[in-house]
């Protein structure tokens, strides 16, 4: 028996600081797995701004005034509408989208104001085509052109986006 505990004893105070490091080992990757979900879920939360209700209600409200005179345009506008809607979905849970893809989505979101505008909105856009790879968060530009067309002036309304107007960093050449 002294003989066995000669042998056992040397492995146990080997193996109880080696369990306890694994069993720790585990448990912090545990909190890391959690932690990295908490961020993917505050970084939604965040991009969930971006879903105005103002833009829902008004392009529903503007589909429900015209349903009677153009069931067929009323139909299309709730698909583009919903289409909208799940792009957004899509492209809030990526970290960093092309400029491209953010500029589409923008034309996408126009598109649907321009139903309710008409000839009153127009939009030039002022930016190097070379930038269009240019990575940037998602949903960047959506709240800024919500938020100017959001008083929906009688005369009409005159969107301008140049390049050197947006932020330090974003989409210019260094």
Known sequence: LGRAAGI????L??????????ARAERLAQEAREAQARAREAAWMGHRGAFSPRLLFSNLNHLADRAEADARGTEQGLVDL????????VEAEL????????????D??????RRRWGERLKVR?????????FPVPPLLLLPLLEW??????AGGLELELREEALPAGVARRH
């Open 82 to 89: 919903a289409a909208l809607y799940r792009r957004w979905l």
């Open 95 to 106: 970290p960093l989208v092309p400029l491209a893809t953010e500029r589409s989505l923008a």
């Open 108 to 113: 996408q979101y126009l598109d649907l104001e």
């Open 125 to 133: 856009w002022h930016l190097d085509p070379e930038q269009d790879a």
């Open 8 to 11: 056992v004893m040397p492995f």
């Open 148 to 153: 100017a067309v959001a008083g929906e002036p």
């Open 13 to 22: 105070l080997f193996l109880t600081p080696a369990g306890w490091a694994l």
